[in-house]
T-cell receptor, first 114, second 111 residues
Framework: DTEVTQTPKHLVMGMTNKKSLKCEQH?????MYWYKQKAKKPPELMFV???????INESVPSRFSPECPNSSLLNLHLHALQPEDSALYLC?????????????FGQGTRLTVV | GDSVTQMEGPVTLSEEAFLTINCTYT??????LFWYVQYPGEGLQLLLK?????DKGSNKGFEATYRKETTSFHLEKGSVQVSDSAVYFC??????????FGTGTRLKVLA
């Protein structure tokens, strides 16, 4: 099983709303990631959790708030977003391993901020 | 810093044509190299990988060889199908959770 599951698949929210994106993996991976991808661009790293601790925060605005409740789950809490935050949000996970370095991605959440 | 350079797209081919998508990288040490594929409206799928020099990754008819002397990891397929139409990303793992992606190459295969 090399699946990373993201919900919801699509989300439309107003600029005053609060919503959450969810991600789950059962591969025993200890690193989990949030990426943002704009149209026709590569993914951009937002956050990395390793062993449930925030390891990397790529200077993302505070209206994005990550949470890692346990080793299988990763959430991204959204509040007071701007229209320019509309994008595909991708979750990924990887093994903490020198050889098995590949990241596995979910299908993404297509977010539209209106 | 580490970087990945991919050929500009879009690449348009007829079905059964030979595909090459060029990828070169700049990195210190010996990074792992990957090709990911993204179909419309979906996430990234790992297509193939190579972890050391001269390794050949292969999957679904696609191949790429890790060439340290030319710092390249070109993607090839002998006979493309319409279903191969997608965006292809070359990437490297530079350590400490950092995946460096190329800009992506859009492939369109015509029947």
């Amino acid at each position: 099983d090399t699946e990373v599951t993201q919900t919801p698949k699509h989300l439309v929210m107003g600029m005053t709303n609060k919503k959450s994106l969810k991600c789950e993996q059962h591969m025993g991976h200890r690193a989990m990631y949030w990426y943002k991808q704009k149209a026709k661009k590569p993914p951009e790293l937002m956050f990395v959790y390793s062993y449930e601790k925030l390891s990397i925060n790529e200077s993302v605005p505070s209206r994005f708030s990550p949470e890692c409740p346990n080793s299988s789950l990763l959430n991204l809490h959204l509040h007071a977003l701007q229209p320019e935050d509309s994008a595909l949000y991708l979750c990924a996970s990887s093994q903490e391993d020198r050889v098995r370095t590949e990241a596995f991605f979910g299908q993404g959440t297509r977010l539209t901020v209106v | 810093g580490d970087s990945v350079t991919q050929m500009e797209g879009p690449v348009t081919l007829s079905e059964e044509a030979f595909l090459t998508i060029n990828c070169t990288y700049t990195a210190t040490g010996y990074p792992s190299l990957f090709w990911y594929v993204q179909y419309p409206g979906e996430g990234l799928q790992l297509l193939l990988k190579a972890t050391k020099a001269d390794d050949k990754g292969s999957n679904k008819g696609f191949e790429a060889t890790y060439r340290k002397e030319t710092t390249s990891f070109h993607l090839e397929k002998g006979s493309v199908q319409v279903s191969d139409s997608a965006v292809y990303f070359c990437a490297l793992f530079s350590g400490t959770y950092k995946y460096i992606f190329g800009t992506g190459t859009r492939l369109k295969v015509l029947a």
